[in-house]
């Protein structure tokens, strides 16, 4: 279970240092400051949780179970906030129709907060 958070935090972690290079270099052209803006916030989220699910692989403080519980909440929120932001941030240069992920984004932070949240719970509990 830990390598395959481990794996995934690092996969994470490469990916948003890609789009930020791509986000500050190859969009900076075509987006306006608000945009890049909003881009460079999913980026940075998505970096904060690679990083925090490279402690939640290398914790001792959670079983197993816990941490997969941590990791799936961490991973769709990463996808629903940071990946909506990505998609509204670019859509007027990639003509998707983004409006309707809007109320996504903050179902993606609810469930980033709400990983924090449980593995804080499951590490008090811990007897």
């Known amino acids: 279970m830990s390598q395959k958070i481990l794996l995934t935090a690092l996969i994470i972690g490469a990916l948003a240092i890609v789009l930020g290079a791509f986000g500050a270099h190859g969009l900076k052209k075509f987006l306006s400051i608000e945009q890049l ?20 692989a290398q914790t001792s403080y959670a079983t197993d179970k816990q941490k997969m519980v941590v990791f799936l909440l961490t991973l769709f929120g990463i996808l629903l906030f940071s990946g909506s932001i990505y998609l509204l941030a670019t859509s007027t240069i990639t003509n998707i129709k983004a409006k309707f992920l809007g109320p996504v984004t903050p179902i993606g932070g609810l469930l980033l907060i709400s990983s924090w949240i449980y593995l804080f719970y499951c590490i008090i509990a811990k007897k």
């Open 37 to 56: 803006n909003s881009f460079e916030i999913g980026v940075r989220y998505q970096m904060y949780h690679a990083l925090f699910l490279l402690f939640v």
